[in-house]
């Protein structure tokens, strides 16, 4: 059973599986996370990324678990979940402490790391099927473009061949100045692209799912200036929740 999703673009048409359409609907997600579900497009998302229950999957710094909520209880029985965390702090702490909270739920999930600084294995080389790292490559970027190509060394060697990397991530228009990626928090659809294939990837697909024209990405405080973070605090409020979350772009890479 499949649920046509209407937003994949550039001629894709994914389908919402039966399992990932029940994963989004698990009333046990927090509900401010399942308020966000209009902005992220979680099951159209990863139906176009293919996922499947009996996959094992790696999802890249899940934080307070926004996509393990619905990743981890759908792997759970004939798959596999892991969660390649922050190096000690904040955010990996936030990660073990919501898969530790409910093992009938999340099942058993193994937290590896991914230390942008010193990239490592991020799981055993060529075991997994499908690499996704949502929002994350424009702070890979940050730490320095050697790192960051060294972190997409490390998906794809852990991929098995044929395998997926799915990214999601704020669109910086490309004819913008290439300085603002180190800001802004936004990242041209070419840098990407340029870091993907530096490991060895190809760009098989893309889709508009997660598209917003009415983010300009021309904010002095750059995307945090958006909801969720609103880093402007009660200034102009009102306007940048009429935005809504930011422009992302949406990218199916695969490992030959």
Request: avoid cysteine.
């Amino acid at each position: 059973m499949a649920i046509a999703a209407d937003h994949a673009g550039h001629g894709q048409h994914a389908a919402v599986s039966a399992p990932i359409a029940a994963a989004v609907a698990d009333s046990r997600r927090k509900d401010s996370n399942r308020a966000r579900d209009q902005y992220r497009h979680p099951a159209e998302t990863l139906s176009f990324f293919g996922v499947q229950p009996n996959q094992t999957v790696v999802e890249v710094w899940p934080g307070a678990g926004w996509y393990a909520e619905i990743l981890a209880p759908m792997l759970k029985d004939k798959g596999r979940y892991i969660a390649a965390a922050q190096p000690p702090g904040k955010y990996r702490t936030a990660t073990e402490t919501l898969v530790a909270s409910d093992a009938g739920r999340f099942g058993k999930v193994e937290v590896t790391t991914l230390d942008p600084k010193a990239p490592g294995d991020i799981a055993p080389a060529g075991s997994v099927d499908t690499v996704l790292t949502f929002r994350n490559v424009h702070n890979f970027l940050m730490t320095g473009d050697a790192e960051a190509k060294a972190i997409f060394a490390s998906f794809y060697k852990a991929l098995k061949p044929g395998g997926t990397l799915g990214v999601v991530d704020h669109r910086l228009p490309e004819d913008r100045d290439s300085a603002l990626e180190k800001s802004s928090g936004y990242i041209k659809k070419s840098t990407i692209v340029r870091l993907a294939e530096s490991a060895g990837f190809k760009l098989v697909a893309e889709s508009e799912v997660n598209a917003n024209p009415k983010d300009k990405a021309d904010y002095e405080k750059g995307v945090w200036t958006l909801p969720p973070t609103y880093t402007l605090g009660d200034v102009d409020r009102a306007k940048y929740a009429a935005i809504g979350e930011s422009d992302r772009m949406t990218l199916k890479f695969v490992k030959p």
